[in-house]
């Protein structure tokens, strides 16, 4: 493929990024459309779940006496080919003429995965691809990661000081980090589908986990997980905007609680993760931010349900006494946790250090 497909992928891929925060269950889509003499004809991304897709965006985009008859449609996403709240974008694409589509990725369901491209196929459209697929993935890893595994992606969200501290001994923790990360912090929040934390978080420091951006269309969905369903019904978490859920194995308290619960399976004495993830896939959660004490987060690390860590690194020592990153206890070199490192960069006076588990460990 040509230099000019490649930039025409890369505006498509700038468009897609546009939907971060508001396209959840769907994926993050961008579309390009160009006339075969090279003038740009339309662009568009989805934007919101039950909303238009990108390729219909885009058509619609065209204006005057220009037409997409054989023009080409480059696509972050193989156009999908099902009903759904919205038609096939197949079948629009189609139906307009387009004489050829580039797309970035095939659509990673496996019950529809490459039927998009049939569609085109069929129809005698020229389809070329992958294009700049690792940077179309990279725009959906939750979306890719749910549909084929059932389960959705964990980011773990942590603050520490030098001496890896993430709180004082008597459980101050405000602040660690200065204001650049925190809100740093809130465009992480905006993305994800969900937050979870821990009942002893509430307890301690009564947060919000709001997203607070001036350009916020939705709040993530709340989780607390709470075993015992210890929560107090005077948290503030429970008066802000959207929905908190309290995912717990305390059946007979439940009734009386007032709160939003879902009942899951006790696994080792608390809620089982497992499950709880589970059903925030089934619900359709894409990107899970975890924001939580040592003990929760070193759980989900224990179970291998961490997929990145984003580690805010506070220029400051906490001392001895205060408390660890994680309660998750080594006792040898060689039961190490090893990480990959993906990105580190600095946020105002803090360092932000983004991670995975290191696939060759």
């Known amino acids: 493929m040509s230099l000019s497909d490649r930039q025409h992928m890369t505006r498509a891929l700038e468009l897609a990024a546009r939907g971060l925060n508001t396209t959840s269950p769907n994926p993050r889509v961008g579309c390009v459309i160009v006339a075969a003499d090279g003038r ?7 934007q919101r779940a039950g909303e238009a897709h990108a390729e219909v965006n885009a058509l619609d985009a065209i204006v005057g006496s220009d037409s997409a008859s054989g023009a080409t449609a480059y696509v972050t996403l193989e156009p999908c080919s099902h009903q759904g709240r919205t038609g096939p974008c197949a079948v629009a ?9 580039v797309y970035a990725m095939e659509d990673p369901n496996p019950a529809v995965a490459g039927r998009g491209l049939e569609i085109l196929r069929d129809a005698g459209i020229q389809v070329d691809g992958p294009l700049m697929e690792e940077e179309a993935r990279n725009l959906n890893p939750g979306f890719i990661k749910r549909m084929q595994t059932g389960m959705p992606m964990v980011r773990c969200k942590l603050a520490m000081s030098m001496d890896g501290r993430t709180a004082m001994e008597s459980g101050e923790s405000k602040w660690i980090t200065g204001p650049s990360a925190r809100q740093d912090v809130q465009r992480l929040r905006a993305r994800s589908c969900a937050i979870i934390t821990g009942v002893d978080s509430v307890l301690l420091d009564d947060p919000l986990l709001t997203v607070r951006l001036p350009d916020s269309e939705r ?9 015992h369903l210890r929560v107090k019904p005077s948290a503030e978490i429970f008066t802000q905007e959207g929905r908190t859920i309290v995912a717990t194995c305390a059946k007979d308290r439940i009734a009386a609680s007032g709160f939003e619960c879902w009942l899951l399976p006790e696994k080792d004495g608390r809620v089982d993760l497992h499950e709880l993830l589970k059903r925030l896939a089934a619900e359709g959660c894409n990107e899970i931010l975890l924001e939580t004490g040592a003990t929760l987060a070193g759980a989900f690390v224990r179970k291998g349900f961490v997929d990145e860590f984003w580690v805010y690194m506070a220029a400051k020592f906490m001392g001895s006494a205060a408390r660890p990153l994680l309660g998750f206890p080594i006792d040898t070199m060689g039961a190490a946790l090893e990480l990959s490192i993906q990105d580190v960069r600095a946020v105002g006076p803090d360092w932000r250090i983004i991670s995975i588990p290191d696939p060759e460990a």
Do not use: F
Not at 40 to 46: I, Q, R, S, V
Not at 93 to 101: M, P, Q, T
Not at 219 to 227: H, K, Y
């Open 40 to 46: 740009l004809l339309g662009e568009g991304w989805h």
């Open 93 to 101: 694409l189609v139906a307009a003429g387009v004489a050829r589509v």
């Open 219 to 227: 709040q993530p969905l709340r989780v607390i997980v709470d075993t």
